[in-house]
């Protein structure tokens, strides 16, 4: 009796150490096959568009605003230092520390384009993910005329940088971010995006070392909106 009362005492520890075993596997599995969604990538491309997050089109704004309000010279290439973050205790949040030089051109006096360049460190925190990122842009902005009706601006957007998710899995992985769009349109009053179109192309590696590339098109449709369509074909609408 005693020794079947042992045998079932073993078999029984046994079986709670297999099933230990099997959930620190299951567990660990689910790191190590941490796979980028395309709702991964969605979130990534809003996040680096959107003005709550200290994206492009919070950067778009700030160009056409130091055109306005900073006097420049035809010619004559200048620099500033940019350090900006969102108000204490909102969410989501941005900061970001830019470097930027800018050169006016001129047809004879008359301003034709103003270009931009910049790069420096940015981070964003919000409710689904969390970026900790290095930025660098070119901007051309076009449109200057006061005949013209509105502002033209080219652009060139990346981001390179560590993101962790705040959901699912809750992973991080390491992401490269370019944004090119053609032809967006400012209205010159209101400073907001009328339209204009773009690529996007996102590529990285998930915290399991997995590969991960999305490509597709942004689209500005104006009041504040946006859509982005990746791999899928699905559309995707992003708004501020």
């Given at each position: ?59 778009v704004n700030s160009s056409v605003t130091l ?25 989501p949040s941005y900061s970001y520390a830019l ?142």
């Amino acid at each position: 009796m005693k020794n079947t009362l042992k045998s079932r005492s073993i078999l029984f520890s046994l079986m709670i150490a297999t099933g230990l075993t099997s959930s620190c596997k299951k567990n660990t599995s689910t790191q190590t096959d941490a796979t980028i969604t395309e709702a991964d990538a969605v979130e990534l491309a809003t996040n680096a568009i959107v003005p709550a997050s200290g994206g492009l089109a919070l950067q778009v704004n700030s160009s056409v605003t130091l055109y306005k309000t900073v006097t420049l010279q035809c010619g004559i290439e200048k620099d500033s230092a940019i350090m900006r973050s969102s108000v204490s205790g909102v969410s989501p949040s941005y900061s970001y520390a830019l470097n930027w030089n800018y050169l006016l051109n001129c047809s004879g006096v008359v301003p034709s384009q103003l270009s931009f360049n910049f790069s420096g460190s940015s981070k964003y925190d919000g409710p689904r993910m969390s970026s900790d990122d290095k930025s660098t842009g070119g901007f051309v902005l076009a449109g200057l005329a006061s005949t013209s009706p509105a502002y033209v601006l080219n652009t060139t957007y990346n981001r390179t940088g560590s993101q962790t998710s705040k959901i699912g899995r809750r992973y991080i992985f390491n992401s490269n971010l370019i944004i090119k769009s053609t032809d967006i349109t400012i209205d010159k009053n209101s400073l907001k995006i009328l339209s204009g179109t773009g690529t996007v192309t996102i590529s990285g590696s998930s915290s399991s070392g997995k590969s991960f590339n999305f490509n597709g098109t942004l689209t500005f449709n104006g009041d504040n909106k946006a859509t982005l369509v990746l791999n899928s074909g699905a559309s995707h609408i992003i708004q501020w």
